[in-house]
């Protein structure tokens, strides 16, 4: 991985962040956490994925896909890209599985 895909994928992070906390106007992107950011060497795709504290997965994906066009512009703006990869949302599943093996520790004591 090339220094200046490390360094988009970072500077993403932390605009998309900033973009879903404070120009949001859904409900449901301003509680969405960022957690991690890929994108394929071609930069054609930019793998978002996120996490949130409640509320049901469907209801935050569908927000998150029917504003993309609304964040990949206002996401190109911010970095100044020339060319502004797709967005693709995944829930990131690493926090709910983290609290399970918790709550499994917690019951063996």
Do not use: W
């Not at 969405?32 to 394929?40: K, S």
């Not at 066009?69 to 797709?86: D, F, H, N, T, V």
């Amino acid at each position: 991985m090339s220094i200046s895909l490390e360094r988009l994928e970072s500077l993403s992070l932390r605009e998309l962040s900033l973009i879903l906390r404070k120009d949001a106007k859904n409900q449901y992107l301003s509680h969405v956490t960022v957690t991690e950011v890929r994108i394929t060497k071609d930069l054609s795709y930019m793998t978002v994925f996120y996490t949130f504290y409640q509320g049901k997965v469907e209801n935050y994906q569908k927000a998150l896909n029917d504003c993309k066009g609304y964040l990949r512009s206002e996401l190109a703006k911010k970095i100044k890209a020339r060319k502004m990869p797709e967005l693709i949302f995944k829930y990131d599943e690493t926090l709910a599985y983290g609290n399970h093996i918790d709550e499994i520790l917690n019951q063996l004591k």
